[in-house]
């Protein structure tokens, strides 16, 4: 319950009041972290919060709010959404896409909704890059292509298979062993952030099986690589280190409630339920091949809705900074985010890294395994 010495923000009186009859006030959820909670008397079992302005507003439950209260938030969100349609409008014009606008002259209220949504999502600077170099030909490089030739590989590491393994000894890891053990002294300090990249995994489509909470079932269970992956405390991060290590899910948007159902079915899987995103892979428009009046014009699936396709990991960073994730997880102390694909985290490999740029003090490592691809 919040219990105030000073007036609600906005001259609420009806909440002032209800807060100033102490215990009877309005529920308001208020983000403990240092910045808001900043005093915390366990003796008189008090906290000072120091809230940014509209923080109390916007957090007090609804069914707390008068009528009035509710339209007046209700407007204000509109008139965001409003903003952020114009300025991403705008974008699309300067690109010459004002064809995508022609729904708005027709059809139904949802269906101009929907059409409004999409054109919000669209990653505007994402897809000028692509119209920019839609006409050039290229292929897809592997890693150790990409890199060869440039100043960017300073120090290597190279590592047997062997040291894979879970029986791996401090004898096989031998010289490295040092480096697994500075890693793992980071991970259990919250210093490090995990990204699984599950967008293009190939058992997509497939139902999580929710009981899914030990090897036993797993292995009487037609189940998915993620669930193999977080019930294997193995191959993924040991459940000593989970509760301190955020985890950040990227996946296809029709899996994004199953995924988020299958954790807090399996008490998620130890790791802190506040710790924990799930996020949307990013998508992009779909451009046509061939010149149309001079330029490629973005595919409609209908006059509402825009053909899109996954950027795959090539989208993965402008996804963690356009939702403030790594702001927030600067905030909490991590300075190192781990971002792998799924199918092929291996957590023996992945301290050898974190390691070895830890000691190096470099910006960013790569780990390429031999016989790879991608």
Known sequence: MLKSAEPMPNGS????????????GPLVW?????????????NRREMLITPPKGLLELNVRSDERSKKERRQLEWKERKRFQKRLIAAKMKLS????QHVFHGFRF?????ASLLADQIVSVNSKLLQQALENVEIASKRWTITESLAGTKLVRNRLRISEKCFTPSTSEEKLGTNFTLQEKALQLISKGKVAVVLDMSGHKNRGKEYDLSLSSSTSRENSETSSLQMLLCDDERFVKAEYRSSMPLVLISPADEIISMKKLFSSNNYFGFDPEKVWF????RLPVVSSLLEQNRHKILMKSPWEILQSPVRSGGVISLLSSDNIVENLAQNGVEYIQVCNGERYISRSSPLLLGLVNEKEAEIGIQIFEHSED
């Open 279 to 282: 996020l949307e892979e990013e």
């Open 13 to 24: 009186e009806e909440l002032s009041s209800l807060a100033e009859a102490g215990d009877s």
């Open 30 to 42: 208020v983000p403990f972290v240092k910045e808001i909670v900043p005093n915390v008397d366990m």
């Open 107 to 111: 059809g139904e209220k949802s269906q």
């Open 94 to 97: 300067e690109m010459e896409q």
